[in-house]
């Protein structure tokens, strides 16, 4: 909401949001601000693909037609694919989540060259579980979180998961804007400040 309200340096051209929420005010309330600021509204679900020039976004969850009340289950959860370099972006999906997406075999599949994943839901102990990241094996993942927040994110639990499987974390609280760099092969990572 902000971006699009308020967001002078980028112009949000194309908005994501979950078919699956398409009832949700929150949603809807994006929506039409999105429309009015002349951005065009994808309402998608599983199994949907978009194509900007040589990157595809694949959405891997959830399906359109699920009934789910709690907005952080319905989270995109998106792969990003450039060339041999891919990114998933898993919004604030939980374990319960996560483990639906592991039993499916063919997006499991999809899961098995992530390279760098952001974390769910800000560092939640409630997300990110061991099963996802021993299935996942990212090198790198991304946190984002405000220093000193109520909630207590990231936890401690997740942090040591990610320091058990040697995954690099970059943490916002700590390093301020992340920007990542990619020709489809190499990464390039740089942040605002150093931790």
């Known amino acids: 909401r902000y971006l699009l309200e308020q967001g002078k340096d980028i112009r949000i051209q194309n908005l994501m949001l979950p078919a699956a929420g398409r ?27 978009q194509r900007i020039a040589n990157i595809k976004i694949q959405c891997l969850h959830p399906q359109k ?12 959860v998106l792969k990003i694919s450039y060339d041999q370099f891919h990114l998933l972006l898993t919004g604030d999906i939980g374990t319960k989540e996560e483990t639906l997406l592991l039993s499916n075999p063919a997006t499991k599949n999809q899961l098995a060259d992530i390279q760098v994943l952001k974390l769910a839901h800000h560092g939640s102990r409630f997300s990110t579980s061991e099963e996802w990241l021993t299935a996942l094996t990212p090198r790198w993942a991304v946190v984002s979180y405000g220093q000193d927040n109520s909630y207590g994110h990231p936890h401690v639990e997740l942090l040591s998961r990610t320091e058990t499987h040697s995954i690099k974390l970059f943490q916002t609280a700590k390093a301020g804007a992340i920007r990542l760099e990619t020709d489809g092969k190499t990464i390039q990572w740089e942040v605002y400040r150093q931790p």
Not at 27 to 45: E, K, M
Not at 68 to 75: E, G, L, V
């Open 23 to 49: 009832e949700n005010p929150v949603y809807t309330d994006l929506s039409q601000l999105a429309q009015a600021r002349g951005g065009t509204v994808h309402w998608i679900g599983a199994g949907d693909e």
């Open 65 to 76: 037609e699920m009934l789910i009340a709690d907005t952080n289950a319905h989270s995109l």
